[in-house]
């Protein structure tokens, strides 16, 4: 997919993070009262579009990788194999040529299925 197809939406989405921003801002004005209540909103407020934009994302194909929540929209790069998808998040990478395999810097594993980390592996 182009990823200027993606533009418009980041975009929209930029300019909502904005709006959040500057009524962080404005929150300092506000009477201690009313002040965390404020918090409060602007946090569901944050998390909403970010889980919108998960979810936009998502169907128009691009890949999610769960290591936060809302999920974290994995990034094309190119490496001296190709290209591959990167989570900004965790720096996990899924090589495009393996699609369901997603490589930690750890050297874990992780499925759709669950982490396959060492910690984690069933004992034999």
Same mark, same amino acid.
């Given at each position: ?16 993070? $904005? ?11 506000? !009477?201690?009262?009313?002040? $965390? ?6 946090? *569901?407020? #944050? ?13 128009? #194909?691009? /890949? ?5 929540? !809302?999920?974290? +929209?994995?990034?094309?790069? *190119?490496?001296? @194999? #190709?290209? $591959?998808? /990167? ?8 090589? +495009?040529?393996?699609?369901? /395999? ?11 299925? #669950?982490?396959?980390?060492?910690? @984690?592996?069933?004992? /034999?």
């Amino acid at each position: 997919m182009d990823p200027t197809t993606l533009q418009p939406v980041k975009d929209a989405f930029a300019l909502f993070r $904005e709006g959040l921003a500057a009524v962080r801002d404005a929150k300092a004005l506000l !009477p201690a009262a009313q002040q $965390e209540a404020v918090t409060i909103t602007l946090e *569901k407020a #944050g998390t909403a579009a970010s889980l919108a934009e998960a979810q936009i994302a998502k169907a128009l #194909g691009f /890949r999610l990788h769960e290591c936060t929540w !809302p999920p974290q +929209i994995m990034l094309a790069v *190119k490496t001296p @194999n #190709g290209e $591959e998808k /990167r989570c900004p998040a965790c720096g996990a990478t899924t090589d +495009i040529r393996t699609p369901r /395999r997603v490589v930690r810097s750890s050297d874990a594993v992780s499925t759709e299925h #669950g982490d396959r980390s060492p910690e @984690n592996k069933p004992r /034999r």
